[in-house]
Structure formats: structure tokens, C-alpha cells
């Protein structure tokens, strides 16, 4: 806990240095935007609904694993050390694949990282079943699903920064950071149940396997297109008057396909 601590305390230099290279100002439509309107804006979203979806499983996955994997490996019989080096390997291994991940954004729509990678949830599951309960076996599961582990936040923010923008971005986002809550306060309390039930994970295992199959599927309709604002009243009018001023009609700001933007 001390070295948690003290790592902790270690990264706080690093806020001002993140924060001082960020720069711009909002445009006159941001400015105009409240908070409250911006997040009734985005539920009425079926893309922004279907992030949350995704990112429920990926809590519903990950606290499920981490409470119930040491269970998991007691009841096959194999020792503690077993299921502590799994746990270790799962967090290296999500190092090098949030990294990872961060590229495949930059290259690739985001919606299909992230359905690739809860796909690869599914089958590393469904292969886990099949497999006989080795040591090896064991950290090899770790290190695939470790790949996957978080690797899902640097696409599910890109999408909502796409969709949104970065003005409202970290309540947006925190917002599907709720949704991955729920999803992990169920995984870990449907995993309890499970056991005193059935007496081992074998439903909780598929229930995990099918939703991160369905994460995949939900993924792929979203849309990576900015959201259609209306434009505020205010901002409205003085264009109106700046037009009669000037005898010259606007030119709308391009909200299409170009540089930075998606087409679906």
C-alpha cells in the first residue's frame, strides 16, 4: 500500500505538464452549451447508448476476474501462487495493451477495436473451457485477457470525443465510466452468488462469454459522426446581422466528411 501511495503521489508533477500543452479556446456554440443540455443531447444518442452497453460488459468482465479468479483457481486444486501470478500478468499485459490499443485508434474506427477486442474476450473464454486447468494454461489466459483488460478506454473515449467533443468530455465519458460501475458491481455480485449456488463459476463463465460476444455486435452500428447541434439563438441572430450588414450570405461551417471527420 505504501508504494501504491507514494507512486501516487509521484504522478501529481505531471498534471501541470499535461494541462499546459492544452490550448484552445471554445467556439461561441460551445460557450452557449449547458452541461445539462449537453447530456440530455447525448442520451437521446443510439450510438452514445450503445457505448454505455459495450462498456457495462467490460466492468461486468474485469471485477467479475478479479474477485472470482482466485476462486477459480482453488477449485481446480492448483495453488495460490497460481492465481497471484495471473493477477500479475493480466496487469502487464494491460500495459502493453492500452498502448496498443491507443494506436489501433489513431489507424482505425474505433468501434471496430473495440468489437475486436470483446470479441477476443468471447474466444478467449470459450477457449478457457475447452482447456484443461494447467498452470500454463492458466497464465496464458491471463496474458490474452490481460491484452483486452483496459484497453477498451482509449477507444470508448475516443468515440464519445468524436460524437461530442471535448467541452463536456469527461462527464460524458464519466458517464459510461457509470455504466462500467454497474456492470462490475453484477459481475463480482452475481459471481457470489453463483458459487454459493451452483457451488462453481461455470454459468457466471458464460453469462461473461455471451455478453462480451454481444459487446461486439453492439459496437459495430454506432456512428462516428459528430452530433448535430442547434445552433444557439443568440449565435443565430448575429450571423443574421452580420449578413444584412455586410450583403453577404455566410458560409456554414462544414460539419460533413473532411479532415477529422467519419463517414458512415
Same mark, same amino acid.
Not at 156 to 179: C, D, E, N
Not at 183 to 198: D, E, K
Not at 247 to 253: A, D
Given at each position: ?7 501516487? %503521489?509521484? !504522478? ?13 479556446? @471554445? !467556439? ?10 449537453? =447530456? ?5 444518442? @443510439?450510438? &452514445? ?16 476476474? =478479479? ?9 481446480c486444486g492448483l495453488p495460490a501462487s497460481v492465481a497471484s501470478w495471473s493477477l500479475a500478468i493480466i496487469g502487464l499485459a494491460n500495459v502493453f495493451g492500452s498502448l496498443y490499443a491507443g494506436s489501433c485508434v489513431v489507424r482505425y474506427r474505433s468501434k471496430y477495436v473495440l468489437a475486436v477486442m470483446y470479441g477476443s474476450c468471447? %474466444?478467449?473464454?470459450?477457449?478457457? %473451457?475447452?482447456?484443461?486447468?494447467? /498452470? ?9 485477457? #490481460? ?12 468515440? =464519445? ?19 462500467? /460501475?454497474?456492470?462490475? +458491481? ?9 458459487? !454459493? /449456488? +451452483? #457451488?462453481? *463459476? ?14 461486439? *455486435? =453492439? ?27 455586410? #450583403?453577404?450570405? @455566410?458560409? $456554414? $461551417?462544414? !460539419? ?5 471527420? &467519419?463517414?458512415?
Open positions: 500500500m505504501w508504494v501504491m501511495a507514494i507512486t501516487a %503521489l509521484a !504522478t501529481l508533477p505531471l498534471i501541470g505538464k499535461l494541462t499546459r500543452a492544452m490550448s484552445g479556446t @471554445p !467556439t461561441p456554440a460551445d460557450n452557449d452549451t449547458r452541461l445539462g443540455s449537453a =447530456v440530455w443531447e447525448a442520451m437521446k444518442s @443510439p450510438s &452514445y447508448l450503445l457505448l454505455h452497453a459495450g462498456f457495462f460488459t467490460c466492468g461486468f468482465h474485469i471485477a467479475f476476474l =478479479v474477485t472470482h479468479l482466485p476462486g477459480e483457481v482453488n477449485l468471447s %474466444l478467449l473464454i470459450a477457449w478457457y %473451457l475447452l482447456a484443461p486447468r494447467t /498452470q500454463w494454461n492458466y497464465y496464458l489466459f491471463a496474458a490474452g485477457l #490481460g491484452f483486452t483488460w483496459l484497453a477498451t478506454v482509449p477507444p470508448t473515449a475516443a468515440i =464519445v470525443g468524436k460524437l461530442f467533443g471535448t467541452r463536456f468530455l469527461a462527464t460524458l465519458f464519466g458517464l459510461t465510466l457509470l455504466s462500467h /460501475q454497474i456492470g462490475g +458491481f453484477l459481475g463480482a455480485w452475481l459471481g457470489g452468488i453463483a458459487i !454459493t /449456488q +451452483f #457451488g462453481d *463459476l461455470t454459468w457466471m463463465w458464460y453469462a461473461d462469454m455471451a455478453l462480451a460476444a454481444l459487446a461486439a *455486435l =453492439v459496437n459495430l452500428p454506432i456512428k462516428e459522426v459528430p452530433i448535430a447541434r442547434l445552433e444557439p439563438r443568440a449565435t443565430r441572430s448575429t450571423v443574421i446581422a452580420d449578413a444584412a450588414t455586410t #450583403g453577404s450570405i @455566410p458560409r $456554414e $461551417e462544414h !460539419t460533413g466528411a473532411g479532415v477529422g471527420c &467519419y463517414r458512415d
